[in-house]
């Protein structure tokens, strides 16, 4: 600590004309005041210790805040007038800044800054100002109100002692009184300038008076606050009070609290988003309720995330359709092979979208077996469009407020999927797809599947409510695609509201050209590889189909593609070679034995044996049903694991054969003693239904006479005990699966010859089909002469 005696300044001591400059900040510094001062930027601090080594004379000039982020700051930066000042103390820390105590000695002008010589800091050629002496009637009384008013300022102030009310009034001099009233103020730095730059002792006198009456008024106004709502406070009252006095200063001083800021910006986003007239109803009656709540109010969340919803959605913004068929055409046509139904549709929707731009959203549901490419159309459809695509899985949805959102009476409400779809897509007419709408789930919470009844009804969702939002949405722009691999668990109003679509498995030749197309580029780029690198013959590739995969899509077929792929990049890596050629022989090292073989002639090869087809959520398959006997007592045995439907179906297969024993060749002695086993193999999977009624009664027939079942044939259809065959359904999945398994001749029921329109004409051409409406024409049909 520096505190030898400063030299004397009288006021026979000239003042100097030129003093170094330091910059404050953050107050200001009135003529004999004592002033305590901390200088940590390091020019200034190299100022105060050259500054020790002389006079101890410094100039002391305010510079504004923002404008002091320099060091040294610029010359236009620094006030006109100052304070020169002696330095009283000095004391360094041992972090190199140095606490100063100062004392004020004069007022001065700025004539000229300059950059002293090899110095960092300014030093000023300054014009000491006289201070005005002058006193008349008007002075005293002024100085008698402001002594009066500080007293009062003194009194409901904390932090001034009541000593200063005695100083203040001990002092005669009206410039000394009003400089020491104004450094004592709780006055901004600006405030205090302004008042440091008057020199006229009358104006000065009037200026203090100014700022002690307005921080008077925040006294009085924050004492009137404190006497309404004193009493016993817990800390969210004690929260409340303060924030109510800063609002109340804030309004007393014309200032804007942020609670009135962010209501105008909702107001001016509600303004700019043009929403429909009952959503602006709605919003502005929200909005006058925000304008009321304090910002520490958990409703004040609530009301601003409601807002944000409604202010965020896509009210009248959408994407433009490409109204180009052939170029959307080319799209669909790059993006997915065959598949003519789901595209044939969209390209009609186009055209009408073409002549008829105000009409509505197709809803479409794409019904197929796994991997057959619904999810990748509904993408490649938006892409053909030029429109937003946005997927939502209803797989295992049980809530209804997943679809229609939770009311905002809730904790955590909020909208539901649909709306928080449209929002996160940007438009509103973005393609929406629904996937896996066949699994949803119903429980005590609701049922989504009567949710989206409104959704998915044209005539209604043009003003869909969502229980959140509470307002009408306009969904009828939206084109809703569904996506289901089976029909039956789809509820029927639901499924009346939607243009279905069969999306059947794929052929041989159609999964080999896809493999081609698009599945080894994938994973070719999938597992670093190039075309150069790997390369399938397309012997190859059948191989893998029917020996690997059993499937009506292709995701086995492209897992296995990728196993290979994986297996030549390995020794790609290894220095094993530089490339391959994936040909039949090669397929076993790196997909194992064969897992499927063609047992379709080895197990028909005895009587007794006849193939089914059979339909499941997987596409179509075929099965065996065997039959035999052995000594009994007359008994039908089923087993295999199959449900009522099938076990009746074999019960009246036996019946029909008894009632026509003689027109079979059949006699009683054929059924006397002796019981008749029916068996269905892969006994752990369940299995029901009637299509396998003609199967089984060709089974019974062909083992009681002995006679074997023509190589290569299947059957399907339902019987009655008068021998009638009826029809089934998923004949398109059963004769792609019959063709897949090499199966040259069908039996089906006449009434299904209507089911082949959508059957590819290749398959047609190599079966052979034939059409029955009676069992013994089946019969005459199926088993050897």
Known sequence: MTDEKPPEQSSSTPMPDTLPILPITDSVLFPKMVFPLLVMAPDSVQLVDETMSRDRMVGMVFVKPDEAS??????????????????????????????????????????????????????????????????????????????????????????????????????????????????????????????????????????????????????DLGKKIQDQVKGDLDKKQREYYLREQLKAIKTELGDKDEGTVEVEEYRTKIKEKGLPPEAAREAERELERLARMHPSSAEYTVATTFLDWLTALPWHQNTADNLD????????????????KPKRRIIEYLAVRKLKPDSKGPILCFVGPPGTGKTSLGQSIARALGRKF?????????????????????????????????????????????????????????????????????????????????????????????????????????????????????????????????????????????????????????????????????????????????????????????????????????????????????????????TGLAWTQFGGDILFVEATGMKGKDRLILTGQLGDVMKESAQAALSFIRTNASKLGLSDENFE???????????????????????????????????????????????????????????????????????????MSKENEKDLEDIPKKVQKEIQFHFVDRMLDVLKLALEK
């Open 673 to 747: 003693n002796q019981d008749i086993h029916i068996h269905i193999p892969a006994g752990a999977i369940p299995k029901d239904g009637p299509s396998a009624g003609v199967t089984i009664l060709t089974a019974i027939v062909s083992f009681l006479t002995r006679r074997r079942v023509i190589k290569d044939l299947a059957m399907t259809g339902e019987i009655t005990l008068r021998g009638q065959v009826l029809p089934v359904g998923g004949i398109k999945e059963k004769v792609l699966a019959a063709h897949r398994a090499g199966i040259k001749t069908i039996i």
């Open 390 to 610: 946005y997927r939502m899985s209803l797989g295992g949805v049980r809530d209804e407020a997943e679809i229609r959102g939770h009311r905002r009476t809730y904790v955590g409400a909020m909208p539901g999927r649909v709306i928080q779809g449209i929002r996160r897509a940007e438009s509103n007419n973005p393609v929406f797809m629904l996937d896996e709408i066949d699994k949803l789930g119903a429980d005590f919470r609701g049922d989504p599947s009567s949710a989206l009844l409104e959704v998915l009804d044209p005539e209604q969702n043009n003003s869909f409510q969502d229980h959140y939002l509470d307002v009408p949405f306009d969904l009828s722009k939206v084109m809703f695609i569904a996506t289901a691999n089976i029909l039956d668990t789809v509820p029927p109003a639901l499924r009346d509201r939607m243009e279905v679509l069969q999306l059947l498995g794929y052929t041989q030749d159609e999964k080999v050209h896809i493999a081609e197309r698009h599945l080894i580029a994938r994973q070719r780029e999938a597992n670093g590889l190039t075309a150069g690198q790997i390369t399938f013959t397309r012997g190859a590739l059948r191989y893998i189909i029917s020996a690997y995969t059993r499937e009506a899509g292709l995701r086995n077929l492209e897992r296995e593609i990728g196993a290979i792929c994986r297996g030549v990049a390995s020794k790609i890596a290894g220095g094993e070679t530089a490339s391959e050629t994936i040909k039949i022989q090669h397929i076993a090292k790196y997909l194992g034995p064969v897992r499927f073989t063609p047992e379709t002639k080895a197990r028909t090869s005895t009587p007794g044996v006849v």
């Open 70 to 219: 320099e060091s040294p700051p610029k010359p236009g930066n620094y006030a006109a007038v100052g304070t020169s000042a002696m330095i009283l103390k000095m004391a360094k820390t041992p972090d190199n800044r140095t606490q100063l105590l100062v004392q004020g000695l004069g007022r001065f002008r700025i004539k000229q800054l300059s950059q002293a010589e090899g110095k960092p800091f300014w030093q000023a050629a300054v014009e000491h100002l006289a201070e005005d002496v002058s006193r008349d009637t008007e002075t005293e009384a002024l100085m008698a109100n402001i002594v009066n008013l500080f007293a009062r300022i003194v009194q409901y102030s904390p932090t001034l002692p009541p000593e200063v009310v005695y100083m203040a009034q001990s002092i005669k001099e009206p410039g000394t009184l009003a400089d020491m009233i104004a450094s004592s103020l709780n006055a901004t730095a600006e405030e205090k300038q302004k008042v440091l730059e008057i020199l006229p002792v009358g104006e000065r006198l009037k200026e203090v008076t100014r700022i002690v009456n307005k921080q008077l008024e925040i006294l």
């Open 325 to 340: 068929i052939k170029k959307a055409r080319k799209v669909l046509d790059d993006d997915h092979f065959g598949l003519e």
